[in-house]
């Protein structure tokens, strides 16, 4: 069965090539989840449409090598 | 005088050994003190050099539904006759012959110290398990083909008792090792570089001398039918530990991994061990790399079950294939244990 993983990062082309099924292309590879150029209250909002974007992810077939954006 | 000869000792299962078929894939070992069945040919083959002292012939079902046991028993039999070198099959794609091959060849390697040689169908299941224990000569896939086969057993055999230069893999016939071999090339590393580079512009073929790991086909795990049901977990390979590194993590080349209380983590000391990226905004921030924040939100909206409280750290820097794969399946395993049901992964 597994368990179901969604893959936040920035180098997508990793993820790809060893086989994820759910990857979230991240803000920096510094920094996957959040963006330190925006102002606190921003970066929390920005880290909030990862988390769910990846949540979202993990109730969806996963499909070896798709990366998925957040909008 | 005549120079005293090699004594070889050779392994095939109960249908090469003329016991039968499938009928008598049930006996177990027996010894010939002769050349038997493919062991006849290696005699001819091996003549001026080595003698073929003995045959051991097994059932491939004894072997194969009692391997650990059978190897024993098999070493000792090999052992008794002082063999120099160890002669298995060849197997061909048969999945129990190889099973027992295998096995055979890299218990007598390791107990008995002598060299040793099979052959298998590059697709025979055993292959991936022992081709890094011995030489394993490629086959044809039916046993009409043992004649092509076994010269090529026989001459590694021989250079090996000799202790001769046995080539790479692709120039002898056998599969590949992963052995690092010092070989002298007639040009150095920068004139080869520039041959390659200059065909692939040409876009003519060239043969790369590295080999890219070999990655698994990863199944999908199925989706979450429910994520308000759901225990969530969060694993990072970006090093994020406490100060102390209670599981001896490493700045890269790491092969441990640790699981910590995310506020015990973050109220006392920690830092980023990853030596390959700039952990300032991690560590100026560590919901970057968990975003333990937003998670407990969701929580508490009821939108996401529950969230695990520890959190599941490696550090991904310079790692090996094979390392990681080994700690991931540590990982999914103390994941398992938890009861739990699905994870986000964030990676530097």
């Known amino acids: 069965m597994g368990i179901p993983v969604t893959q936040i990062c920035a180098v997508v082309d990793i993820a790809k090539s060893v086989g994820s099924s759910r990857i979230l292309r991240g803000f920096a590879i510094t920094c996957p989840v959040g963006n330190p150029t925006l102002s606190a209250e921003d970066e929390t909002t920005s880290r909030q449409r990862y988390v769910e974007k990846a949540l979202d992810m993990l109730t969806k077939p996963g499909q070896s090598g798709m990366v998925e954006d957040i909008l | 005088m005549e120079q005293k000869k090699w004594r070889v000792v050779c392994y095939i299962n109960q249908f090469f050994g003329q ?61 008794a006759l002082k063999p120099d070198l160890f002669i298995a099959g060849p197997a061909f794609n048969a999945g129990r012959y190889g099973i027992s091959c295998g096995n055979m060849v890299s218990a007598v390697g390791r107990e008995l110290g002598i060299p040793t040689v099979t052959g298998m169908y590059p697709e025979n299941p055993a292959v991936e398990l022992f081709r890094k224990d011995t030489y394993i000569v490629k086959t ?25 230069h046995i080539g790479s893999a692709a120039s002898e016939g056998y599969i590949i090792r992963d052995i690092i071999l010092n070989e002298e090339q007639p040009q150095n590393a920068a004139e080869r570089a520039i041959d390659m580079v200059l065909k692939k512009i040409k876009g003519e073929p060239f043969v790369s001398e590295l080999l890219p790991p070999k990655f698994d086909h990863v199944p999908p795990a199925p989706p979450v039918a429910d994520l308000s049901k759901v225990k969530l977990a969060l694993v990072t390979d970006g090093g994020l530990i406490p100060q102390t590194n209670p599981d001896k993590l490493k700045p890269n080349g790491s092969t441990t991994w640790g699981h910590y ?26 919901y970057r790399l968990f975003p333990v924040d937003i998670l407990r939100e969701e929580v508490a909206q009821g939108k996401l079950g529950a969230l695990e409280e520890e959190v599941y750290v490696s550090c991904g820097n310079c790692a090996s294939v094979a390392a990681s794969k080994a700690k991931g399946q540590q990982i999914a395993q103390a994941l398992l244990d938890k009861g739990i049901q699905a994870a986000i992964l964030t990676s530097t």
């Not at chain 2, 001819?44 to 059932?59: N, P, R, S, Y």
């Not at chain 2, 043992?146 to 055999?157: D, F, N, Q, T």
């Not at chain 2, 995310?262 to 006392?268: C, I, K, N, Q, S």
Request: with cysteine.
């Open chain 2, 261 to 286: 209380n995310w506020d015990t983590l973050v109220a006392e000391p920690h830092f980023v061990i990853h030596s390959g990226y700039d952990g300032t905004w991690v560590l100026e921030n560590p």
């Open chain 2, 140 to 164: 044809a896939i039916l046993s009409s083909q043992l004649r092509k086969a076994a010269p090529v057993m026989a001459s590694i055999g021989l250079r090996l008792l000799k202790g001769e």
């Open chain 2, 19 to 79: 016991i039968g078929g499938e009928d008598m894939a049930h006996v177990g070992f027996s010894v010939k003190e002769e050349p038997v069945g493919p062991a006849l040919l290696f005699q001819k083959l091996l003549q001026d050099d080595c003698e073929v002292v003995g045959t051991i012939i097994c059932g491939d079902n004894y072997f194969a539904e009692h391997t650990e046991q059978a190897t024993a028993e098999g070493v000792e039999l090999v052992r």
